[in-house]
Nanobody, 125 residues
Framework: QLQLVESGGGLVQPGGSLTLSCTAS????????IGWFRQAPGKGRENLLC????????NYGDAVRGRFTISRDNAKNTVYLQMSNLKPEDTGVYHC??????????????????YGQGTQVTVSS
């Protein structure tokens, strides 16, 4: 089973940028759609965006469209989340996850499968 490990979180000022990474162990990473969700204190899980197994299409949620970009490098078993124009409401723990239901034409990413322990992102002045 894949294990996912996130990194790159930290404290950033509003309007700033940050890039998160998620590296997977195992040889099946390339076969799975993968994405990110976040969890803020006192709030439920929020699916953000996901990318196909080959990286040829992606789905962006309304909260991040135009500000966040997802990409992947299957040779490195890694997916990236580039975040720009960050807002205080982006604060939370960011998890990468498998999204096995995601396919071309899907309205969303679908339910998350296995996910990592997460990395904290705090947007504050």
């Amino acid at each position: 089973q894949l294990q996912l490990v996130e990194s790159g979180g930290g404290l950033v000022q509003p309007g700033g940028s940050l890039t998160l990474s998620c590296t997977a162990s195992g040889s099946t990473f390339q076969y799975y759609p993968i994405g990110w969700f976040r969890q803020a204190p006192g709030k439920g899980r929020e699916n953000l965006l996901c990318i196909s197994s080959r990286g040829d299409y992606a789905n962006y949620g309304d909260a991040v469209r135009g500000r966040f970009t997802i990409s992947r490098d299957n040779a490195k078993n890694t997916v990236y989340l580039q975040m720009s124009n960050l807002k205080p409401e982006d604060t939370g723990v960011y998890h990468c996850a498998l999204y096995p239901e995601y396919a071309s034409g899907s309205r969303g990413c679908g339910g998350a499968g296995a996910y990592g322990q997460g990395t904290q992102v705090t947007v504050s002045s």
